[in-house]
């Protein structure tokens, strides 16, 4: 059973950095699709970025385009974001999430199964 654990959530004030990262366990072979979604208070969880294996490709939220960067360790079943130029908006519990054997990018919610118990990002002004 695939389990992911995230680390690198923190309090920071506006404009400056933190880096999240996501390791999996529990699963032979590579994970596909790993990707960082988030949930403020009362908002719906969305896409942040997410990454595919298969071919490389990202997806970036337009909110954060420019700004952050997923990065993904194959060997270690490991993803990243780095995230930079942080303002108060992106203040929010963050959760990774993976699909072991996506045949695509995934962006959505629906398309992850398994998730991270998630970290917080606090942005002062």
């Known amino acids: 059973q695939v389990q992911l654990v995230e680390s690198g959530g923190g309090s920071v004030q506006t404009g400056g950095s933190l880096k999240l990262s996501c390791v999996g366990s529990g699963y032979t072979g590579t994970i596909k699709c790993m990707g960082w979604f988030r949930q403020a208070p009362g908002q719906r969880r969305v896409g942040v970025a997410t990454i595919y294996d298969g071919d490389k490709r990202r997806y970036y939220n337009d909110a954060v385009r420019g700004r952050f960067t997923i990065s993904q360790d194959v060997a270690k079943n490991t993803v990243y974001l780095q995230m930079g130029s942080l303002e108060p908006e992106d203040t929010a519990t963050y959760y990774c999430?993976?699909?072991?054997?996506?045949?695509?990018?995934?962006?959505?919610?629906?398309?992850?199964?398994?998730w991270g118990q998630g970290t917080q990002v606090t942005v002062s002004s």
């Open positions: 999430a993976a699909d072991p054997s996506c045949l695509s990018l995934g962006t959505e919610v629906y398309e992850y199964r398994i």
